[in-house]
């Protein structure tokens, strides 16, 4: 019992770092129709801004966070507007090799910069776990489960409540309308793609100082990331929430009681079910073919 | 491209063996030829029928997973005490074996996953690959796991007292290109045939084209079983080339290659994958040879692939079949 | 005008023939190590340890009267590209002998290409059997294998008071080859084994196997990954409150760098070493030791490296050994004489014994290995 309890808070904790990755890419990928293969960059590079900040430069912690966000929003800016905006009515497949060569080349920047040697950042939270009976969980989990949960929070209100956010539903629904609407089509893409990218950086600042940093974290973030916006259904931030707490549920469960070996294929295993079953994820609408 | 054209080609590329002793160079044709077999038929699903399959380095991994086993012999347990076993089989068979259980596979996802379209049937491919791997990983008693099968014999063909072996380089670079030809006619006929111009109409429409009548999911998985048995096919010769196979052959970084060369060289076209794959096979040595870090080389890699999609979107091919056309003041479409 | 063409030309000559000149000076090593992708830590630390050893021997004279050029090329973590490295290695490079590839998975695959050109090759870190047992008469195998390691460990079985173990390994040939032999040797112990726990070699989460672990109450947790993995179990391991003796196999630990990255979460836990840079004055030859750890240390490396850059640096002094005693740069010679020499190295006194099918042996060197302990955010030597 007492397993089964520690299994299923680890679940809750992991649930909400995925739920920040689902969102994200669900964001690009759902909305935008973008592969964004540089989503798990996104996540490393916020892991590394935490570094550099924290460990380098000495910046608050907290602060450094902030940053981190910031910085991680100006990139996912930057590709959108170098990278992106020429290729706007290119096929899908296309902006897609776009995106796997920025990963590439990314990837290998930071190799470059900061080696191939795993970066640990010093959180300011006490070692020692937060022990209530038989579980036990440590501070930077519960700090990190915190803020993914404002975060989630805060993108839903976004992008559903404010003008923004709708403008963002509008372009991507139908974009000519939108544009006879006064929509800045351009602008919109950026922040879209931005906002995402924020979200991929937050999880990465977030968990860097849980994990370690390398170069290839982002990989095995990434293809966590894709199970999850297929499993809520592609543009749906809410769905994309559940998704990855199922995915976390199902991980912790899976390994803990069937086999550890098979642990990271729950995701894909989960997805190919689900999708036999209703094959539009678990919460979206019909996807239009053709 | 001209039927004259085509077979001067082939020709100066069968000839390559007759004058070209440097075997690394050899070493590097031949693993671009087999890449190039695969990307064909990734250009087959996402170049003809407009599928984005980014699993198709499973079908590529159960060829030569199948091939190897059958070439080695294997012994299971289904049961606790009932085994099932096979005999090692000549290498020919392995591979044939190897292209049909590759096919079979490809016709079970196609009837499975082409319920679903666009973004979801992305991710479905990618997580089928996904799943392959980890039981290649974990189902040790047959494929070894991460211990890797080696030892893998090499391809030796025996017609009567004749005996020819390809496990020397300059006889395995003619059957990679042998393989090439035959899958590149292969495509070209069925892209021609009706049930090409099926997969066309449903790549460009696929709501109208089943309003036509035409049975969009039967199209689609003739072209899934065509394309799976060609991977697998490209899998069988590598891994009677390389002569070891271990999970590592589903890393995703083999889908990406194929997926590179078939979109660089233009999706879509016949002979765009041959384009790209000879470009984007061949840049990786060109760049080791140059004395750069390897971190750099990876990053040239990455810049001139988004360069070249970035100002050429429909490919290389397509780029050059408009210049010529413009030049020639006539359409080229036999390309 | 004309002065100037005459200078240029001369000098042009002179280059060239003085470049003929250097050029003949040099005696190629080929040298295969993923320097990007999922183990370029590792990978650049060899070839950082193999550049040690190179720039000590050139300074010494280098060999035959000639100087050695080593050539390292990067794999990629991808055995496709281990294969194509070894074929530019030997047919571009014409090096007469090779050391890599690293990880098993990478030397697997490159193994029939050295029996194809018939070049020797040192395997300076892969640990699984096979690689010796398959029938490769090019292999030479300075590392020790899991099954080695696990029976060095053998005598501290009843010291450490094991009653029931459990392991947790990472999934690929390396982990599972140690867990396999250390459960094997354990059970012969008289050992309750519990569970054996594995991961993916990518993941970064293994709480849900930590619990697993925690509930079969054994005392002793044998761990086998990299280090990157290692910080973060030992990381996990606390937060869960999972009191036991961690044990981590493998050699690929650096202890430093988990005492870094861990902190007190790596206290109490113990490591197997091939090379103890804390107290080097335990190895065989220890003087060859600290000069290795000098250099390392004046360039600047990371000190977490040591215990993976030594590999490197013994591999080029046995090929460079062989050479010596081969008598010339020639792959076959310098296979012959493998078999025969013997090299004060860091990883002790290498020789090579005959492993493997009759005719057909690898040679197979038998490395010491060490236990130690993290203790108060020191390395020390276990003590009982």
Known sequence: MDQLLQHLLNATVLGGTYALLGIGLTLIFGIMRVVNFTHGELYAFGAYCMYLLVMSLNVNFFLAFFLAVALGAALGGAIEILLLNRLRGADIDTTMLVMIGAWIVMQNAEQLTWSGIALSINSPFPADPLVVGPVSVSWNRIYVFAVAIVLIGATYYFVNRTRLGKAMRATFQDRDTAALMGIQINRIHTATFALGSSLAAAAGALLGPVFVVTPTMGDLAASKAFAIVILGGLGNVVGATVGGFILAFAEEIGAGYISSGYRDAMGFVLIILILLMRPTGLFAQKERIG | MSRLLSFVLVAGLASVPLWLRDFYVLHVLITTGIFIIAAMSLNLLLGFTGQLSLGHVAFFGIGAYTSALVSLGFEIHVLPDVTVGLAPKPVWFAMVTGIVVAGLTGYAIGKLSFRVRGAYFVIVSISFAEVVRLVAVNWVELTQGPMALNNIPALTLGIGPIELSFLRKPSFYLLVLAAMVVCYIIIMRLVNSRAGRAMIALRENESLAMSVGIDVTRYLVIATIVSAAMAGMAGALYTHYIRIVDPDIFLFIYTVTMVIMVITGGKGTLTGPLVGGALFGILPEVLRAMAIRPEVQWIIYGVLMVLVVYFLPEGIVPAIKRSLAGWKRRPIDAL | ?384
């Open chain 3, 1 to 384: 005008m004309k002065k100037i063409a005459t200078l240029a030309a001369a000098g042009l000559l002179a280059g060239s023939a003085f470049s003929g000149a250097v050029a003949q000076e040099t005696i190629k090593i080929g040298v295969t190590q993923p320097l990007t992708g999922a183990f370029a830590a590792s990978g650049n630390y060899v070839a950082q340890g193999a550049k040690i050893a190179e720039d000590e021997i050139n300074k010494a004279g280098g060999v035959l009267g000639k100087q050695i050029q080593l050539i390292i090329e990067d794999n990629k973590s991808n055995p496709t590209e281990a294969v194509s490295t070894v074929e530019k290695l030997i047919q571009k490079d014409k090096v007469p002998v090779l050391i890599g590839a690293w990880s098993s998975t990478l030397t697997l695959a490159v193994m029939p290409k050295l029996e194809e050109y018939q070049v020797p090759m040192i395997v300076e870190t892969s640990s699984s059997g096979k690689i010796t047992t398959s029938g490769n008469p090019y292999i030479f195998r300075i590392s020790p294998t899991s099954e080695m390691e696990a029976k060095a460990f053998q005598p501290l079985v009843s010291k450490m008071g094991i009653k029931k173990a459990n392991f947790l390994y990472t999934n690929n040939d390396f982990g599972i080859g140690s867990g396999a032999e250390y459960s094997k040797m354990l059970k012969a112990n008289g050992v309750e084994i519990g569970v054996m726990e594995t991961m993916d070699p990518k993941a970064t989460d293994f709480s849900a196997q930590l619990a697993k672990i925690k509930a079969t109450g054994g005392d002793t947790l044998f761990v086998t990954t990299a280090v990157e993995q290692l910080t973060l179990i030992l990381k996990q391991a606390e937060e869960q409150q999972l009191k036991v003796k961690i044990v981590s196999c493998g050699g690929s630990n650096s202890p430093d760098q988990l005492i870094e990255q861990a902190g007190a979460a790596a206290n109490g836990s113990f490591h197997t070493a091939f090379f103890p840079p804390w107290f080097p004055e335990v190895t065989k030859n220890p003087d060859v030791a600290k000069r290795y750890m000098n250099e390392w240390k004046k360039r600047g490396h990371n000190v977490g490296g040591l215990t993976e850059g030594f590999r490197g640096y013994d591999g080029v002094f046995v090929a460079v050994a062989a050479i010596k005693a081969a008598g010339k740069a020639d792959p076959e010679a310098i296979r012959k004489a493998l078999w025969g020499v013997t090299v004060k190295g860091i990883y002790g006194d290498i020789h090579f014994t005959k492993q493997g099918p009759a005719g057909k042996e690898s040679g197979q060197n038998l490395p010491v290995v060490y236990l130690v302990t993290i203790d108060n955010g020191k390395v020390v030597r276990t003590k009982f």
